[in-house]
T-cell receptor, first 115, second 108 residues
Framework: DTGVSQNPRHKITKRGQNVTFRCDPISEHNRLYWYRQTLGQGPEFLTYFQNEAQLEKSRLLSDRFSAERPKGSFSTLEIQRTEQGDSAMYLC?????????????FGQGTRLTVV | KNEVEQSPQNLTAQEGEFITINCSYSVGISALHWLQQHPGGGIVSLFMLSSGKKKHGRLIATINIQEKHSSLHITASHPRDSAVYICAVRRNTDKLIFGTGTRLQVFP
């Protein structure tokens, strides 16, 4: 297993365009998390899935953001009509079936720059 | 006030020095994580603690649940330890709440 994989690693887009990021979790992990990290700050929670069900969404996740995990495996995060304030590192993490006190496994992140 | 506070924000050290990074939190937690982030963004989990102390190589992490405080220590620091160290807490839900990180630079 190669760990949590995110694609692309970098994305530069013009303001107003739509972008989609993909996260492939560790294969036996049923929980998948999306976080956003702006420069000089710690990551902030966006949303998380248990299998294909989206269980919690942060109020940071405006209506321009949508996340899916259609078959309970990989997940996509789409941002519509991107704004310069969306520029950030988008991190995906996964964890195994046990509910509490599990290690955190992170991907390398997708760095989005909106110009 | 952030639920997770780290100090210092920035830290420079000479190779070989003993380093301490502190984390205080204001909420009830089920576990605390110490994470390492290198330039380029990837985050690696160093420790997960719910009580006591853990050691891995030159790294030691401690937690005092009553005082809501944790420390990460690096003994015999090395330039390759240069990174951002992030404290994160897990509450009753599974999501993590992160501190803003401590940027460590170790010079030869």
């Amino acid at each position: 297993d190669t760990g949590v994989s995110q694609n692309p690693r970098h994305k530069i887009t013009k303001r107003g365009q739509n972008v989609t990021f993909r996260c492939d979790p560790i294969s036996e992990h049923n929980r998948l998390y999306w976080y956003r990290q702006t420069l000089g700050q710690g990551p902030e929670f966006l949303t998380y899935f248990q299998n294909e069900a989206q269980l919690e969404k942060s109020r940071l996740l405006s209506d321009r953001f949508s996340a899916e995990r259609p078959k309970g495996s990989f997940s996509t995060l789409e941002i519509q009509r991107t704004e310069q304030g969306d520029s950030a590192m988008y991190l995906c993490a996964s964890s195994p079936r046990q509910r509490m006190n599990t290690e955190a496994f992170f991907g390398q992140g997708t760095r989005l720059t909106v110009v | 006030k952030n639920e997770v506070e780290q100090s210092p924000q920035n830290l420079t050290a000479q190779e070989g020095e003993f380093i301490t990074i502190n984390c205080s939190y204001s909420v009830g937690i089920s576990a605390l994580h110490w994470l390492q982030q290198h330039p380029g963004g990837g985050i690696v989990s160093l420790f997960m603690l719910s009580s006591g102390k853990k050691k891995h190589g030159r790294l030691i992490a401690t937690i005092n649940i009553q005082e809501k405080h944790s420390s990460l220590h690096i003994t015999a620091s090395h330039p390759r330890d240069s990174a951002v160290y992030i404290c994160a807490v897990r509450r009753n839900t599974d999501k993590l709440i992160f501190g803003t990180g401590t940027r460590l630079q170790v010079f030869p």
